[in-house]
């Protein structure tokens, strides 16, 4: 019995020992970033900042954030200095750093394969695996000409010298993350041009799931809930809830009209009226009135899932 037991205890040992060999030794998955170059033109700079400004939101997550406002707006002097997000809603310290040229503290020494790697593969520049917040599994399915865009407009922010420190992930999290970074070795396709299609491209480039999805308490979306609502956010005002965006007539938005939904990206006020203060529309307001629909006639596909949300409390 005791020798079974032995056996069983050393078994269990091997497993767990195989499983930190396998996310610390082989993992991550990682390639030498690629010798890219990112273009110059003005044409080039205006579809990256179009990207990065109202689409990716890069410009809203990696600046400092006036939280006097409504939308999470960020303050336009300080483009691209970096934004600390504490540690309340994520299991450690989250930083996202500097992107302006600022050689010491910003990306001014950096490779546009460095950028584009981290960007798409989740490695940073001294190899570190990245926190996935950082949306680099959505962008990996950006175009390389997209993703270049972004980085020729980046490299147009001016000089701060800011730096917010690093990102600091809790272990277990820390090794998991390890085993998401991939490599992307050929450009994924261009961006879709039909709306739903369109829509749905936009919605994933947005990170809109990244709040809007059910999670369960250790912060993973719950199958069958995709953006059935119910995540919560602590802020200076008081705590919201990110709404259900199925079509679910009680519960989610399948009784809003397009024009409510417009107002919500427009103007950040909600189907109640009320102004949507962590909800990023200020960014998501620069489209297009056609990107616009596109991601409404998107949302109209998400299947109804039944999901009544708590509401916001405001003080
Ligand atoms: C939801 C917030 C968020 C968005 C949106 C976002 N980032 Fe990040 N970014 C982060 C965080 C947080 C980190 C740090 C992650 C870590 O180190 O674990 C990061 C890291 C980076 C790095 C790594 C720098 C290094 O150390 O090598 C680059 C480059 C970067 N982001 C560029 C971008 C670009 C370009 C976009 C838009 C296409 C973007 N980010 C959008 C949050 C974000
Ligand atoms: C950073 C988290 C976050 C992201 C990213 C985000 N949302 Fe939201 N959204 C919220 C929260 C929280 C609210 C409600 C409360 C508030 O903002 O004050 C909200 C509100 C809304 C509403 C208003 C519904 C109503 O009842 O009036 C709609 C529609 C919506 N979001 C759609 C989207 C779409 C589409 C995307 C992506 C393009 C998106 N959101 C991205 C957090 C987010």
Redesign the pocket.
């Known amino acids: 019995m005791k020798k079974v037991l032995v056996a069983v205890v050393a078994l269990i040992l091997l497993a767990v020992g195989g499983i930190a060999v396998k996310f610390y030794a082989l993992s991550p998955v990682a390639r030498p970033a690629p010798d890219v170059h990112a273009p110059t033109s003005p044409e080039a700079i205006a579809r990256g900042d179009y990207l990065a400004n109202h689409i990716t939101g890069c410009t809203t997550c990696h600046s400092p954030i006036d939280d006097t406002v409504p939308g999470?707006v960020f303050i336009a002097s300080r483009i691209g200095a970096g934004r600390d997000f504490g540690s309340e809603e994520f299991p450690g310290t989250v930083r996202a750093p500097n992107l302006t040229p600022d050689k010491e503290t910003g990306i001014g020494n950096r490779t546009d394969g460095e950028i584009l790697r981290a960007m798409r593969e989740g490695i940073a520049h001294d190899g570190h695996v990245m926190f996935p917040m950082m949306p680099y599994t959505s962008y990996a399915n950006l175009s390389d000409e997209d993703a270049l865009d972004i980085i020729a407009y980046v490299r147009t922010f001016k000089p701060i010298k800011n730096d917010p420190g690093p990102t600091k992930i809790d272990f277990p999290v820390s090794m998991f993350i390890r085993a998401v970074p991939k490599p992307v070795e050929k450009s994924p396709p261009p961006e879709p041009t039909e709306p739903v299609a369109r829509g749905l491209w936009?919605?994933a480039n947005?990170?809109?799931a990244?709040?809007?999805d059910t999670i369960d308490d250790k912060h993973q979306p719950i199958p069958g809930k995709h953006l059935a609502g119910g995540q919560h956010?602590t802020f200076s005002k008081g705590v919201?809830?990110?709404?259900n965006?199925t079509s679910d007539k009680a519960t989610g938005?399948g009784a809003y009209t397009d024009e409510e939904?417009m107002r919500?990206f427009q103007e950040g006020i909600?189907?109640?009226g009320r102004p949507?203060?962590?909800?990023?529309w200020a960014a998501?307001k620069g489209q297009t009135e056609e990107d616009k629909r596109a991601?409404i006639a998107a949302?109209r596909t998400i299947p109804p899932v039944t999901n009544q949300v708590p509401h916001?409390q405001m003080h």
């Open positions: 999470d936009i919605m947005a990170s809109c990244e709040c809007h956010f919201v809830y990110a709404p965006l938005i939904l919500v909600g189907k109640d949507l203060w962590v909800m990023p998501l991601v949302l916001s």
